[in-house]
């Protein structure tokens, strides 16, 4: 169903006739909404403690109206719908805060539980007009694992406290007795509770830039301007980028390879997309039934809401050009685009109450490249190639002198390839968010960072290569254990009209000089002083032919290191004249990219999705083998 489509526990915007706004006050209404959203995530930069929020940017910051619409498009956010459901506007007060995690009753809004959220109301003469909100990615909720994220949960009580919308300030004075509860139940106490008041006060600030726009302007003026910006949005999809798609029923797969409790197999995310004039319907029926371990993604709340803002800006890639989508902010109008129709209750993105999330991740990120597979079937593959680009490593101990360290990081991969160009390298899905400096976690915790560099043919090959991933290593300096949460260990990031997949994601650990794999999901694996874990991310999917890949830029790739030069020959067909100094030898690299075209079985897929996937099919997996 549409979010709009019926009643819900909150107010809903009513249906109102288009009204004609000052231009340039738009402008300055539109302008003010970015630089507050801006001002509000420097603030929290500056001022919170972790090395997840401070140094890997892992929070984002969303400006909603009083109908929970989400204003600002500069990055995704959770919602406050949950709040005003628990929390009726008239009873609110300025200087209330709000604060939840539960991911079962936050309407959508929380994927896991190290994601507490804070929300405060905008008021203006005396009403909520607005609501600001901040979620971080924290350290550490509690739970059976150092991080919350235990990757072999089967429910959610193992992983750490569970928040529903409760007030955490009431007319500006905290309730002691939360704070003492939430501090109670993590790791890092005082790290969690400068967090939460580095971004409380950054969206108590950003409430009182909201409230100056009202009084500068006024309620009437300032609400159409807003209607006006979702509708800009709203209006952009239906002109210039659902006309790309034709009319007609599509249908694609596409799958998490583990779950961290059963055997390694293939947990199926289905997608039918109906187009139809301008509108799109999203059918996820098909999809599998929710897992045994943590992978499950509560997504079939307030109709989708969030999962439609989450999906959507993959359309942006259908812009005439690449300037034209980066200009594409996508707010609430783009619910009104899109029809969301969930399965039942107990699949991967419908779970039932308490099946365990914190690696929802997995199922979050896989609705990207869903909706990117479909919609390639329907464009003629003109849509990227996959990418994977998140997963969470860490260590945990006691240090030298006796004192307890956590050390939490996410790390990014390569994008995929597109019809313009390749595929960037290291990048992170969470916006502005990097891997955590070596000279950071070299001062904070017993560990060296011996290497970081882009993972050597991670790319999956394309006329244009998918982005590189990282190759990190870290020297452990006392006897401690790993954290990993991850996917595609076995099932690359798939390529696009021709393209091939990327690698996919791998981290070992030394074991007497012999590195052995530890898979995607590591409660702590021991570690000793001394040994080194690789950690190297996914190559984003290639898109277009690689034979078809112009040779100087194969070149380029192996000068820069990005390439072998056995993967320029065997996968790119070009051939060096001089393997140490490379030069390109015209006459073999022809014919021998004419013989590995005519050994070809055919046309190539739409989409490739590696040789792990057909090792899944056929059951040539096995469980990871942990030590005792």
């Given at each position: 169903m549409n979010v709009h489509a019926k009643q819900w526990p909150w107010p809903t915007a009513p249906d109102r006739p288009r009204r004609d706004v000052d231009p340039i006050v738009l402008q300055i209404v539109e302008g003010t909404l970015n630089s507050i959203e801006a001002e509000i995530e420097y603030a929290i930069e500056r001022t919170a403690r972790s090395p997840m929020i401070r140094e890997a940017h892992d929070y984002r910051v969303g400006l909603f109206d009083r109908y929970c619409r989400k204003l600002t498009g500069r990055s995704y956010s959770a919602m406050p719908n949950a709040v005003v459901r628990d929390f009726p506007p008239e009873t609110m007060q300025p200087g209330d805060v709000f604060l939840m995690n539960d991911t079962y009753l936050t309407e959508g809004s929380i994927g896991h539980l190290p994601d507490l959220c804070s929300t405060v109301p905008v008021f203006h003469q005396g009403e909520v007009v607005a609501y600001i909100q901040a979620f971080g990615h924290h350290d550490d909720?509690?739970?059976?694992?150092?991080?919350?994220?235990?990757?072999?949960?089967?429910?959610?009580?193992?992983?750490?406290?569970?928040?529903?919308?409760?007030?955490?300030?009431?007319?500006?004075?905290?309730?002691?007795?939360?704070f003492t509860i939430v501090k109670r139940n993590t790791r890092v106490p005082d790290m969690l509770a400068a967090d939460l008041d580095s971004e409380v006060q950054a969206c108590l600030m950003g409430a009182r830039r909201m409230a100056e726009l009202f009084e500068r302007f006024g309620r009437?003026?300032?609400?159409a301007c807003f209607q006006a910006i979702l509708d800009k949005c709203r209006?952009?999809?239906?002109?210039?980028?659902?006309?790309?798609?034709?009319?007609?029923?599509?249908?694609?797969?596409?799958?998490?390879?583990?779950?961290?409790?059963?055997?390694?197999?293939?947990?199926?995310?289905?997608?039918?997309?109906?187009?139809?004039?301008?509108?799109?319907?999203?059918?996820?029926?098909?999809?599998?039934?929710?897992?045994?371990?943590?992978?499950?993604?509560?997504?079939?709340?307030?109709?989708?809401?969030?999962?439609?803002?989450?999906?959507?800006?993959?359309?942006?890639?259908?812009?005439?050009?690449?300037?034209?989508?980066?200009?594409?902010?996508?707010?609430?109008?783009v619910c009104e685009v899109f029809d969301i129709i969930f399965p039942p209750k107990g699949t991967l993105i419908t779970p039932e109450w308490p099946a365990a999330t914190n690696a929802r991740s997995f199922v979050l990120l896989r609705c990207l490249g869903l909706l990117a597979g479909v919609v390639a079937q329907a464009v003629d593959g003109r849509m990227p190639a996959d990418q994977e680009t998140i997963r969470y490593t860490g260590f945990y101990g006691t240090d030298k002198n006796g004192r307890a360290f956590l050390s939490r990081e996410v790390l990014g991969g390569g994008s995929g390839g597109r019809y313009y160009a390749d595929g960037n390298d290291a990048i992170h899905i969470v916006p502005d968010s990097r891997n955590q400096p070596a000279e950071f976690t070299e001062t904070r915790f017993p560990l060296l960072v011996e290497k970081l560099a882009l993972r050597t043919d991670s790319g999956g090959p394309g006329k244009r290569r998918g982005g590189l991933g990282y190759e990190k290593h870290y020297r452990a300096l006392v006897d401690c254990r790993t954290i990993v949460t991850a996917d595609r260990v076995r099932l690359g990031c798939y390529g696009v009209n021709g393209g091939k997949a990327g690698l996919p994601f791998c981290v070992s650990i030394d074991?007497?000089?012999?590195?052995?794999?530890?898979?995607?999901?590591?409660?702590?694996?021991?570690?000793?002083?001394?040994?080194?874990?690789?950690?190297?991310?996914?190559?984003?999917?290639?898109?277009?032919?690689?034979?078809?890949?112009?040779?100087?830029?194969?070149?380029?790739?192996?000068?820069?290191?990005?390439?072998?030069?056995?993967?320029?020959?065997?996968?790119?067909?070009?051939?060096?004249?001089?393997?140490?100094?490379?030069?390109?030898?015209?006459?073999?690299?022809?014919?021998?990219?004419?013989?590995?075209?005519?050994?070809?079985?055919?046309?190539?897929?739409?989409?490739?999705?590696?040789?792990?996937?057909?090792?899944?099919?056929?059951?040539?997996v096995r469980p990871w083998i942990r030590s005792a």
């Open positions: 909720i509690g739970g059976r694992v150092p991080g919350s994220m235990p990757g072999t949960a089967v429910t959610v009580f193992e992983e750490g406290l569970a928040i529903p919308p409760v007030k955490l300030y009431s007319a500006g004075v905290r309730n002691e007795g939360i009437d003026t300032v609400e209006d952009i999809f239906r002109r210039e980028l659902l006309p790309k798609i034709a009319d007609g029923e599509y249908s694609w797969v596409d799958y998490v390879e583990h779950d961290g409790v059963t055997d390694p197999k293939l947990h199926k995310l289905a997608i039918t997309m109906r187009k139809q004039a301008d509108r799109i319907t999203l059918d996820f029926n098909g999809t599998d039934p929710q897992s045994s371990g943590p992978i499950n993604w509560p997504a079939d709340y307030a109709g989708g809401a969030f999962l439609i803002k989450w999906i959507a800006p993959i359309l942006r890639n259908l812009a005439d050009t690449p300037e034209r989508a980066a200009e594409i902010h996508v707010n609430e109008g074991l007497e000089g012999k590195p052995r794999d530890l898979g995607g999901l590591v409660d702590g694996e021991p570690v000793l002083a001394g040994q080194i874990v690789r950690v190297l991310t996914t190559g984003g999917g290639g898109w277009g032919d690689p034979l078809q890949r112009e040779p100087d830029l194969v070149l380029r790739d192996v000068i820069e290191g990005k390439v072998s030069p056995a993967a320029a020959r065997d996968d790119y067909g070009v051939v060096f004249a001089d393997a140490n100094e490379p030069t390109i030898d015209a006459p073999a690299t022809k014919a021998l990219r004419t013989k590995l075209a005519s050994e070809r079985r055919g046309d190539a897929p739409m989409i490739d999705r590696g040789a792990g996937f057909e090792k899944m099919l056929s059951g040539q």
